[in-house]
């Protein structure tokens, strides 16, 4: 480290100092406060443990018997960072063209939506390339396999479709919006994906009929329903109460919906777009126990009769009014379809009056509202999850109990399993602690750092474990290829992040054990 970074005790910036100590001056997670150490590891650029055969424990040798172990200790050069490096980058990432640093991705101006996913701005979509990352607190593996829809993606000419979240991907959406309930574990996300591709695949049809009505000058000669329109983006707008399902609730007693989409169709034959309105509600009465509902066919638009779907041309126009009140109406009804140049249709819209049932289930879908608001609310005030990062000043008060701490109690099961895995930390990762404790310089230090963290993490958090030693083995193909060294980055970058966080998380659960079950530890 030079002399100018030790004065303003700042490794953050050039000179390959620090990454992860912060401008605020906080710092990432001290693992030496799982065994109640003191010491401030710097992780440093330049770099890791996870390939230096005398750094202790390595990411891939903690696993034991992992295969990849190999590829991912040859993954960089000798005693190089996980990261790879790109030569026309070292300013950006946070080398600052000097000291052969770890490259560290430098803040850009990334777009967010309300859920803190950076987003594509030329369709609000996610554009994570770590999307399909176990989370920090995930307790098993899930499937990364996508399924393609019956949707065409607006602005391709080659047939694509959108392509549905795999189940990975669907478990991460719900830990950021908080939705994820005590309820709802990873052996539910099959379930919860089916139901959701099956929505939008119902979605879709229904927004095809009414293309179909509105744009039958157009489409006369096309056999295909919607006349070959395209989805060109779409939003999810959950805290949106749109106008008609204000009507439905405070005019008619309707329960509120619990979900909204914007879809935005791309019309091929005139290049322009229609949006239109989607609300989704949920009728228990309706609920089946099949095994067809739970995990319905794609394309099975009976399967699930507790989900309804409301969908209607935005009223960004007087058009879309007559289109609504009018269009619609007649072609359902066969009416004057000559005269007005449009086809018959077997559309079939959503009640505007709540049955009797549904009137029951005002005071649940109120309280179903009210987690909305305050799940969108929580999601906008961070951008990003910061959980793994401490102040400055906390950094010596890890042993301290916080008032979450004082509130949270294990079962004896757990406490249990809690201190089999510290015994088993204890005796596995003895080397790697030896080292945190004995390091001397920033590199070195770092180095110990990040081995005593992923030796622990092949104890208490394996799925997370896993996903980094993958994340490793990806083949960069082309290392002159900055996007896909930043994807590369990007994705070791946040298996790391999600491994640190994981053990951090873990080392609350050992000072609750120690409080309330001190005799399992020998105490």
Known sequence: MSQEVKKDGNGGGGGGGCPMKLPDGGYSWNPLAYFGGKKNPHLSGGKTPLNDSKGGETA????????????????????????KSNKNESAAAGGGGGGGGCPVKASSSQEYNVYSQPIDPSNQMPSSPHSNLPSPFQQSALSTSRVSSNIPKGGTEDGSTWTYP????????????????????????????????????????????????????????????GGGAKLSRFQGRPSDLSPKAYFKHYILGHPLPFDRHDWVVLRPHSNTEQRYVIDYYYDESRAKTTQESATPHLTDFNAVQSILVDVRPALDGWQSMLQRAVLMPLARRGIFTSVFSIKSSEFTPLPLQPTSNMKTQVGESLMVWETIQNSVKESKQRLESKSMLLKKEDIDEQEGETEEILLAKLSKEEAEQVATNFSKILQTCTHARKLMNECTSEDECAKASLSLTTCMASIVCPVQHSAL???????????????????????????????????????????????DYPELFGN
């Open 469 to 515: 030693v993958s994340s490793l083995n990806v083949e960069v193909k082309n290392e002159e290829n900055e996007k896909e060294v930043l994807e590369y980055n990007g994705r070791v970058e946040a298996a790391l992040e999600n491994v640190a966080t994981c053990v951090q998380g873990n080392d609350l659960k050992v000072q609750l054990a120690k409080r």
């Open 60 to 83: 891939a040798n903690a696993t034991g018997s992992d295969d990849s172990s190999k590829s991912s200790s040859e993954s960089a050069s000798s005693g190089g960072c996980p990261v």
């Open 166 to 225: 795999s189940p990975q991907m669907f478990y991460n959406s719900l830990v950021r919006k908080n939705k994820l309930g005590d309820d709802t574990t990873e052996e539910d996300m099959d379930s919860v994906v089916a139901l959701h591709n099956n929505m939008n695949e119902k979605t879709w049809h229904k927004v095809m009929q009414w293309e179909d009505i509105l744009t039958a000058p157009q489409n006369a000669q096309q056999s295909e329903l």
